[in-house]
């Protein structure tokens, strides 16, 4: 495979065009992470932000257990947050890594 270095810009430019659309993208996707079997629930959204957080019944009996239980379940949202980004990034890579200063 033969890469034209006159349009090497160009491609540059394509390709930084598509990993933002694939932020901006990731930016609308929602995964939950939970914890104590659904007793906190976190909604994340693909670019890393807490969007919502849910608590079931009795949630609230044992302060200590709810501030576990909201770590956990963020931690498991943003986890999945990040291998959400990442199989999008895959796909549009081809498994290619990214150039310095295109990831996230």
């Keep these: 495979m033969s890469i034209d270095l006159n349009n090497l810009g160009g491609l540059m430019a394509g390709f930084q065009q598509r990993i933002q659309q694939i932020k901006e993208e990731a930016a609308q996707a929602r995964v939950e992470g939970q914890a104590g079997g659904g007793l906190v629930t976190v909604v994340a959204s693909g670019d890393q932000s ?8 009795g949630a609230l009996d044992d302060v200590e257990l709810l501030e576990d239980l909201l770590v956990a379940a963020t931690n498991d949202a943003l986890r999945k947050s990040k291998e959400h980004m990442g199989a999008a990034l895959e796909q549009a890579t081809g498994g290619l890594p990214l150039p310095p200063g295109l990831g996230f």
Aim: hydrophobic share 50%; proline share 0%; glycine share 12%.
């Design 50 to 57: 807490v969007v919502s957080i849910k608590l079931g019944e």
